[in-house]
């Protein structure tokens, strides 16, 4: 897998980003699929993450009813839809993918699970 993500950028308190996720080889919606985020001086934490063919999803409390996590079948795009956004979202975030084997239903939340790793695109919340 070659995993681009996009949409990062500079965006102001309350604003909203749209992260982006797509891959050349694999058809994502075959994996589970997660976004993960890592802050200068911080702890790489798992954001959300989706299950193969969409059958569940997951959010870290700290974005829970602001980041919604989406898949794009004909565009074979991942989504992050981030509203509400707050200084301490300031991160870069990463698009993972679980290779096989996988489990159904179930999307990993720690970064070990995934083998595949985005370059990452770099998100500041700031005024």
């Known amino acids: 897998a070659q995993l681009v993500e996009s949409g990062g950028g500079l965006v102001q308190p309350g604003g909203s980003l749209r992260l982006s996720c797509t891959d050349s080889?694999?058809?994502?919606?075959?994996?589970?699929i997660g976004w993960f985020r890592q802050a200068p001086g911080k702890e790489r934490e798992a954001v959300s993450c989706i299950s193969s063919y969409a059958g569940s999803t997951y959010y870290a409390d700290s974005v829970k009813g602001r980041f919604t996590i989406s898949r794009d079948r004909a565009n074979n795009t991942v989504y992050l839809q981030m509203n509400r956004l707050k200084p301490e979202d300031t991160a870069v975030y990463y698009c993972?993918?679980?290779?096989?084997?996988?489990?159904?239903?179930?999307?990993?939340?720690?970064?070990?699970?995934?083998?595949?790793w985005g370059q990452g695109t770099q998100v500041t919340v700031a005024s």
């Open positions: 993972v993918l679980q290779g096989p084997p996988i489990r159904l239903g179930v999307c990993p939340k720690t970064g070990s699970a995934y083998g595949y």
């Open positions: 080889g694999f058809t994502l919606e075959n994996y589970p």
